[in-house]
């Protein structure tokens, strides 16, 4: 019974459940990569999303082909501050 109050409620309430995703462009401040190889590279590649170095702030390891791998470290100063990576 609670919960069907609890869902009644949170219909009622105006806002934020109704809008929609918010969207911002932060791309310019993620590193320059490029996936290299012939056709054999392109069936391995990928890239993951993860906090590799446990400081709340996730890193990116993105496949080479035929370079290496590449981890970036996030290095942002703060959260909503200007994206930094170090490779």
């Known amino acids: 019974m609670s919960a069907r109050l609890f869902a009644l409620a949170l219909l009622a ?5 109704l809008a929609g995703p918010r969207f911002e462009d932060r ?3 993620l590193p320059q990569h ?6 054999e590279h392109f069936v391995g590649g990928g890239v993951a999303v993860f906090d ?7 890193d990116i390891a993105a496949a080479g082909g035929a370079n290496p791998m590449r981890l970036y470290r996030n ?4 959260p ?3 994206l930094a990576f170090g490779a």
């Open 80 to 82: 909503g501050a200007a």
């Open 27 to 29: 791309s310019a401040g």
């Open 75 to 78: 290095e942002t100063v703060a």
């Open 34 to 39: 490029q996936y290299t190889g012939g056709w």
């Open 52 to 58: 590799c170095d446990a400081d709340g702030y996730p």
């Open 13 to 17: 309430l105006p806002g934020a459940a």
